[in-house]
């Protein structure tokens, strides 16, 4: 179980100056209302709202947002009143756990509301504060990692309700970092066989992926030292529900996903991804109709970065990445950047 002193160590990561007394409050009395209260795992329950806190601490969330998470399950499970956590913990942070129980009480109540997309706009519409939505992803991500002890038959209803409601939630967030570890544990219990094939056969690949990016990182320097250009080069890892839909949606077997290279590479300023774009298309050719320029014209999620495939070294297709460590950081935590 994730201790809270870790948590505090998370936050203070990012945030010094963090309000240390409102997060032991929020501590404290989740500990309290939930004393006795255990999971299907066995756990103390207190686990579960420590698991949200921690990850929501990862995003790098305000404080009201991580007493909230510690907060999020007592109203609905426990004794505690809106009006308690308001009087001890203030209106906004009352605020948030009023959104995350009104959520938890969303029923289906037309066959319209039980199609995905409507469910979808039914939540994002009636949340006033987004930061629910990411209390809600959190939980609904650390519940996916517990749910090896539900019975397969629940196993299977989860994470179908979670592939079709809450990872096309994070993807329109930009969440990139909750998105890939929903979108595995999705495949890893709605198609077990298949998971496990590709996440036997992946660490393989993986190993020389990395060896090529070495031998294309050395090639690169050479040629970026002439503009004073500094560059990290990386193999792109894909995730295995990354895989598998390819496998289904091109209708190509494993063996064939990595026939094309792939590789990110960072830069410092948003000037410095064209210049190296210019390098690496004059050292190898490129394939007509394969950049995309989501710098110039971002993603409808704000996703920012170059694409480009050329015939690269060793003659293997070889699509690149290209952004600064700012632009990556919006990929993977979307709009909880914002909370920096």
């Not at 103390?44 to 510690?70: F, K, N, T």
């Not at 749910?147 to 990872?167: M, W």
């Not at 929903?182 to 690949?205: G, N, S, T, V, W």
């Not at 990595?258 to 690496?280: A, Q």
């Amino acid at each position: 179980m994730l201790r809270f002193e870790e948590i505090v160590e998370k936050v203070q990561r990012y945030n010094p100056k963090a309000d240390l007394t409102m997060l032991r409050r929020g501590y404290i009395y989740s500990a309290k209302v939930h004393k006795g209260q255990v999971r299907m795992s066995g756990e103390s329950y207190l686990s579960h709202p420590l698991e949200v806190a921690g990850i929501m601490a990862d995003l790098e969330l305000d404080v009201p947002s991580i007493v909230a998470a510690l907060l999020h399950d007592t109203v609905e499970d426990t004794h505690a009143t809106l009006k308690e956590i308001e009087e001890y913990f203030g209106e906004e942070v009352a605020a948030l756990v009023d959104g995350m129980t009104k959520i938890s009480k969303m029923e289906y109540k037309t066959r319209e509301e039980r199609q995905a997309e409507n469910f979808r706009k039914m939540i994002l519409a009636m949340v006033n504060d987004i930061r629910v939505i990411l209390i809600k992803l959190s939980d609904r991500l650390h519940n996916m990692r517990t749910l090896e002890y539900l019975s397969r038959n629940k196993q299977i209803r989860i994470a179908q309700e979670t592939l079709d409601i809450y990872v096309p939630i994070a993807h329109r967030l930009g969440i990139w970092v909750l998105q890939r570890e929903l979108e595995d544990l999705c495949l890893q219990f709605l198609h077990p066989e298949i998971y496990r094939e590709i996440a036997e056969q992946l660490p393989a690949k993986m190993e020389g992926l990395d060896v090529y990016a070495q031998e294309i990182a050395l090639l690169l320097q050479d040629q970026l030292k002439e503009f004073n250009l500094k560059a990290e080069v990386e193999g792109r890892h894909s995730s295995i529900y990354g895989i598998y839909n390819k496998m289904i949606t091109h209708k190509i077997p494993f063996e064939r996903i990595y026939n094309v290279i792939r590789m990110r590479i960072f830069v410092e300023k948003t000037i410095d991804c064209y210049t190296l774009l210019g390098v690496i298309h004059n050292l190898w050719k490129p394939v007509p109709g394969k950049f995309q320029d989501y710098i110039g014209v971002p993603k409808t999620n704000r996703y920012q970065s170059l694409h480009t495939l050329v015939m690269g070294h060793k003659g293997h297709p070889v699509k690149f990445q290209i952004l600064t460590r700012s632009m990556q950081r919006y990929a993977e935590r979307g709009i909880t950047t914002q909370w920096k």
